[in-house]
C-alpha cells in the first residue's frame, strides 16, 4: 500500500502563502498514476475537500472557500502532488491531508472521501497574525 507524507505546512501570517506537497512511497508506481486529493480538517468539524487531481491531470477545487486562491498541481519528475495556497485566511487553519485512489476508477468522485483508499499523516497550517 502507498504511504503518503504530506509537507510544507507552517504559520502563516492573513494573506501569506504556503506550498504542501504529498510525496508517495512504498508502491511501484507513483502520485504521478493517482486521482490525488487534499482535504482539511479543523477541530470539531469534518474533513471537508480542497482539490484534487485526477490521473489525467484535470483539477477540480471546492468552490466555496477556495475561490481561485489554490492551486493542485503534479510534478511527474519528482512524483509530488503540490497545492499551492494563496491569499490565506484564518479560516484556512487546520490540518491538511493528502489521499490518493490508486484505482482510477471511473467512478472516483473527487470530493467523496469514500473515493481514496490511502492517506497521509497531515500538516497542519496556522494562518495567524
Known amino acids: 500500500q502507498v504511504r503518503l507524507t504530506e509537507s510544507g505546512g507552517g504559520v502563516v501570517q492573513p494573506g501569506g502563502s504556503l506550498r504542501l506537497t504529498c510525496a508517495a512511497s512504498?508502491?511501484?508506481?507513483?502520485?504521478?498514476?493517482?486521482?490525488v486529493g487534499w482535504f482539511r480538517q479543523t477541530p470539531g468539524k469534518q474533513r471537508e475537500f480542497v482539490a484534487a487531481?485526477?490521473?489525467?491531470?484535470?483539477?477540480?477545487y471546492d468552490v466555496v472557500f477556495v475561490k481561485g486562491r489554490f492551486t493542485i498541481s503534479r510534478d511527474k519528475a519528482r512524483n509530488t502532488v503540490s497545492l499551492q495556497m494563496d491569499s490565506l485566511k484564518s479560516e484556512d487553519t487546520g490540518v491538511y491531508y493528502c489521499?490518493?485512489?490508486?484505482?482510477?476508477?471511473?467512478?472516483?468522485?473527487?470530493?467523496?472521501?469514500?473515493?481514496?483508499?490511502?492517506w497521509g499523516q497531515g500538516t497542519q497550517v496556522t494562518v495567524s497574525s
Open positions: 489521499a490518493t485512489d490508486s484505482t482510477r476508477s471511473s467512478s472516483w468522485v473527487p470530493d467523496r472521501l469514500r473515493s481514496y483508499d490511502s
Open positions: 512504498g508502491s511501484s508506481l507513483g502520485l504521478r498514476d493517482y486521482n
Open positions: 487531481i485526477s490521473w489525467t491531470g484535470s483539477s477540480y
